[in-house]
């Protein structure tokens, strides 16, 4: 597969396809919990099969195409606070 190989589970983006027992499953969602022990987990939503829950240090098998890969962040706007100081100036 393009794009193929080991990453930590924290990097993994919907559009990622991983490889959970020997089967590669595509990401639609992921998201982090913590514990209250100050521990966190990535829980990723498949395609295909039930949410799995990982460490976040984990390292698992990744293919990502095009669907995977990270879109750039958007400009950054003006905050609406910056504005409302500047007309009382």
């Known amino acids: 597969m393009p794009g193929e190989g080991d ?20 990401v639609r969602a992921s998201r982090l919990e913590r514990f209250m022990t ?24 990744v293919a990502r195409g095009e ?4 879109q750039p962040a958007p400009p950054p706007t003006a905050a ?3 504005q409302v100081g500047a007309e009382g100036a």
């Open 80 to 82: 609406p606070s910056a």
């Open 38 to 61: 100050g521990g966190a987990v990535i829980v990723l939503t498949l395609a295909e099969r039930p949410p799995l829950r990982v460490p976040v240090f984990l390292r698992l098998a």
């Open 67 to 70: 669907r995977g890969a990270r």
């Open 7 to 26: 990453m930590c589970a924290v990097l993994v983006v919907p559009g990622d396809l991983v490889r959970i027992q020997g089967a590669w499953c595509e």
